[in-house]
T-cell receptor
Framework: DAGVTQSPTHLIKTRGQQVTLRCSPK?????VSWYQQALGQGPQFIFQ???????QRGNFPDRFSGHQFPNYSSELNVNALLLGDSALYLC?????????????FGDGTRLSIL | GIQVEQSPPDLILQEGANSTLRCNFS?????LQWFHQNPWGQLINLFY???GTKQNGRLSATTVATERYSLLYISSSQTTDSGVYFC?????????????FGTGTLLAVQP
């Protein structure tokens, strides 16, 4: 039973470029959330997708966008990259049914902006 | 929104020692999770514990929801326990199960 998988594991980009990160949820999960973790800080919620729609969004600019596919996998897109976007990006999945459910995290994508 | 605070911020232990990490939250919660982030950045689920007490090997956790705090106990610590411990909570009645993380406790276990 595969857990949450993310790709790529590492990525180096330059300012102004665009990046796409990918996430496959744990088997049986239908909800995907994305978090940004800057160095030395706790993860910060970016947004959550359920039924292919953005369900809730944290305090992040419109440069951050996402998508969820019919198979529940998800992408995070960041446009016009800034140096401050360098961080570990974590994907978490959960199951929407049965009330409030715990989230399970992938190993993350480490994004470096030069 | 809900705020989550953790203490202590840093902790150094000798191998074999016991420790208690604390998490305070500012409002009622639907969900409370404890994670261990290892030096490679992997965020590992330890407990899903919105209330009550759970144990898993040398680790146990207790959440007293009415008093808005949770405790993580580590007994007979090992060097592999080193890393950052986060607690994270979901606000009661929120639109989703998004997690609000504390700032973490950095634990170093020395041989």
């Amino acid at each position: 039973d595969a857990g949450v998988t993310q790709s790529p594991t590492h990525l180096i980009k330059t300012r102004g470029q665009q990046v796409t990160l990918r996430c496959s949820p744990k088997s049986g999960h239908d909800t995907v959330s994305w978090y940004q973790q800057a160095l030395g800080q706790g993860p910060q919620f970016i947004f959550q997708y359920y039924e292919e729609e953005e369900r809730q969004r944290g305090n992040f600019p419109d440069r951050f966008s996402g998508h969820q596919f019919p198979n529940y996998s998800s992408e995070l897109n960041v446009n016009a990259l800034l140096l401050g976007d360098s961080a570990l990006y974590l994907c978490a999945s959960s199951w929407a049914g049965g009330g409030n459910q715990p989230q399970h995290f992938g190993d993350g994508t480490r994004l470096s902006i030069l | 929104g809900i705020q989550v605070e953790q203490s202590p911020p840093d902790l150094i232990l000798q191998e074999g020692a016991n420790s208690t990490l604390r998490c305070n939250f500012s409002d009622s919660v639907n969900n409370l999770q404890w994670f261990h982030q290892n030096p490679w950045g992997q965020l590992i689920n330890l407990f899903y514990i919105p209330s009550g007490t759970k144990q898993n090997g040398r680790l146990s956790a207790t959440t007293v929801a009415t008093e808005r705090y949770s405790l993580l106990y580590i007994s007979s610590s090992q060097t592999t326990d080193s890393g950052v411990y986060f607690c994270a909570a979901t606000n009661y009645g929120g639109a989703t199960n998004k997690l609000i993380f504390g700032t973490g406790t950095l634990l170093a276990v020395q041989p």
